[in-house]
């Protein structure tokens, strides 16, 4: 028998993990049917994925369904049916687990897979899938099966991997599945650090850990950060590679937080689900957050200035309005994080907060992802407008390309962050242009305060010109901050001239143009950048601020 397992990814760069963990535990009982795994993208056409299943010939194949892909599946097997009504479908994952009645009254599922995948694939090709059809079949709990055999390092070709050292979540929190019974099970951590080089070593820059609090034991976080920074020391992890970590911060001890701030600067990040500041609101979805301790210990990350920071808001939650979402923005922006994610809620099935729609007046799409329109608290209206704001934060904070206008703009205004971010995210949007350039942006930018607030136009353009030169390696300028200056000339000569030494060996970075600088009027100085020299965490190459008058030939 032959057998397809498929999955459709939201992008390219993910791998997926469900399916090679099947693929895994048919291997484990040397099954003697053909299993195959076949990966695809939401971004294929459908016919494009239909095709490639199809050309397998199976007699059956399984899907691994999510929110951002239950929609495709369901034509992409619809499809498979009616081609070959003989052919066995059967669906797993969330999308499956919590929708189970609607979908085996689907002409085109066969049977549908709750619990743990693994075991429920391991029975059902050993009873050669002749459970009756219209059936759920559930997973019990089984043990640890790796997932990385041959054939799924051949099939990475560098995309993102995926790492689970533990499975399940100590909480509930009312948005999400991972926690519906607390518990957590920690696999060998032998099998997962030989697991951690394996995966470093695959030709991937980033290994994700999904486990859904990484430090819900902070002991054995304490061991994995260590283990990690000393196989990089011994040169046993690549120098690029990038471990990435789902945290709940306030349980971070002060001595992890003091060692973490020794490891390898850029060596691993951190995203910290906040989703609100406002007490009523955590209390109403089950978080249980020491939250005095998680800003402190959110803030203590960031001073250590080695481990990129990603915290994440959610709109929509109960009991938060526009305003309480204002101000938990505000707090947010104030520890200084490096991406701020402004999400959405949506009303997961299975989740608390989905079964207590009534509750709170939730109304919602009636199709993935199930994104909330409007509560008791917040109207469609008003998560419109925050919309607004979500595309300022996107490309004016989490792009990393305006590290000093923004807070030089939010000082000199007087507003507050969130503020800043929704008025211009308004009139961007009110102006009518959809997706400007990074340059029209920035031109953008700079008109809407110097016209609206007054903002002294030589002092925002040298800023602008600074985060310009400081984060794009190509030294160029834009249009909009161009000024004629013979003394650009001079500057380049001194350059080649070794008239100045900033950088280590400068003189053979600049003959090969891998300084980047530009006059900054305002102050009378040269910004000067080394493109050989890029911060990890923030994205920012090195740079210093030189005196004009250094560069220019004192006359005899």
């Given at each position: 028998m032959k057998i397809v397992l498929c999955s459709i990814n939201s992008k390219y760069i993910h791998s997926s993990?469900?399916?090679?963990?099947?693929?895994?535990?048919?291997?484990?009982?040397?099954?003697?049917?053909?299993?195959?795994?076949?990966?695809?993208?939401?971004?294929?056409?459908?016919?494009?994925?239909?095709?490639?299943?199809?050309a397998?010939?199976?007699?059956?194949?399984?899907?691994?369904?999510?929110?951002?892909?239950?929609?495709?599946?369901?034509?992409?097997?619809?499809?498979?049916?009616?081609?070959?009504?003989?052919?066995?479908?059967?669906?797993?994952?969330p999308e499956a687990s919590f929708d189970s009645d609607s979908l085996l009254k689907e002409d085109y599922v066969d049977w549908v897979v709750k619990g743990e995948g693994e075991s429920a694939f391991m029975q059902m090709l050993s009873e050669n899938f002749t459970t009756p059809a219209k059936t759920v079949v559930t997973g019990p709990c089984c043990e640890y099966i790796n997932p990385y055999t041959p054939e799924y390092l051949a099939a990475l070709n560098g995309r993102i991997v995926y790492l689970e050292t533990s499975r399940g979540c100590p909480f509930s929190c009312g948005f999400c599945l991972s926690g519906r019974d607390e518990n957590v099970r920690f696999f060998d951590m032998e099998e997962s650090k030989k697991n951690?080089?394996?995966l470093a070593n695959s030709g991937t820059k980033t290994v994700k850990f999904v486990d859904r609090t990484f430090n819900c034991n902070d002991k054995r976080a304490r061991e994995i950060f260590e283990f990690i920074?000393?196989?990089?020391?011994?040169?046993?992890?690549?120098?690029?590679?990038?471990?990435?970590?789902?945290?709940?911060?306030?349980?971070?001890?002060?001595?992890?937080?003091?060692?973490?701030?020794?490891?390898?600067?850029?060596?691993?990040?951190?995203?910290?689900?906040?989703q609100s500041f406002n007490v009523e609101t955590l209390k109403a979805v089950n978080r249980r957050t020491n939250m005095p301790k998680l800003v402190h210990n959110l803030k203590e990350i960031v001073a250590g200035g080695n481990i990129h920071l990603h915290i994440d808001l959610i709109a929509g939650l109960p009991h938060e309005d526009f305003d309480s979402f204002a101000k938990s923005f505000n707090q947010a922006?104030?520890?200084n994080a490096n991406v701020i994610q402004l999400g959405f809620l949506k009303l997961l099935k299975g989740s608390t907060l989905e079964k207590e729609k009534e509750k709170y007046n939730y109304r919602s799409w009636d199709y993935a992802p199930y994104q909330v329109v409007s509560c008791d608290s917040i109207s469609y209206n008003d998560l419109l407008e925050l919309k607004k704001c979500e595309d300022a934060v996107e490309r004016l904070l989490n792009s990393g390309k305006f590290p000093f206008a923004v807070p030089y703009l939010i000082n000199a205004?007087?507003?507050?962050?969130?503020?800043?971010?929704?008025?211009f995210g308004s009139y961007i949007f009110d102006?009518?242009?959809?997706?400007?350039?990074?340059?029209?942006?920035?031109?953008?930018?700079?008109?809407?305060?110097?016209?609206?607030?007054?903002?002294?136009?030589?002092?925002?353009?040298?800023?602008?010109?600074?985060?310009?030169i400081i984060t794009d390696n190509t030294g160029r300028l834009f249009g909009f901050t161009h000024i004629p200056d013979t003394k650009f000339k001079?500057?380049?000569?001194?350059?080649?001239?070794?008239?100045?030494?900033?950088?280590?060996?400068?003189?053979?970075?600049?003959?090969?143009?891998?300084?980047?600088?530009?006059?900054?009027?305002?102050?009378?100085?040269?910004?000067?950048?080394?493109?050989?020299?890029?911060?990890?965490?923030?994205?920012?190459?090195?740079?210093?601020?030189?005196?004009l008058q250094n560069f220019i030939p004192t006359e005899k």
């Open positions: 993990l469900g399916v090679w963990y099947l693929f895994a535990a048919a291997k484990k009982i040397n099954t003697q049917h053909t299993v195959k795994v076949v990966e695809s993208t939401i971004n294929n056409h459908i016919e494009d994925i239909v095709a490639m299943v199809n397998e010939n199976p007699d059956v194949v399984g899907f691994s369904t999510y929110i951002w892909n239950v929609e495709y599946v369901r034509k992409v097997a619809s499809t498979l049916k009616l081609i070959n009504p003989e052919i066995k479908i059967w669906l797993g994952g951690i080089v394996l920074a000393g196989e990089k020391e011994k040169g046993n992890i690549p120098a690029d590679v990038v471990f990435h970590c789902e945290v709940e911060t306030d349980l971070f001890t002060q001595s992890t937080l003091d060692y973490m701030k020794t490891l390898p600067k850029g060596l691993f990040q951190f995203e910290a689900g906040l922006y104030d520890i205004t007087g507003i507050l962050p969130f503020d800043f971010f929704y008025k102006s009518g242009i959809k997706s400007p350039s990074l340059e029209k942006y920035s031109s953008l930018l700079f008109d809407y305060f110097t016209q609206n607030y007054n903002i002294d136009k030589s002092s925002l353009r040298d800023v602008m010109v600074k985060d310009r001079t500057i380049t000569t001194a350059l080649r001239q070794q008239t100045v030494n900033v950088f280590e060996n400068q003189s053979e970075k600049a003959a090969k143009g891998k300084i980047g600088f530009a006059i900054l009027y305002s102050t009378d100085q040269v910004i000067l950048a080394d493109y050989t020299d890029q911060d990890p965490v923030t994205g920012i190459y090195n740079h210093k601020l030189i005196d």
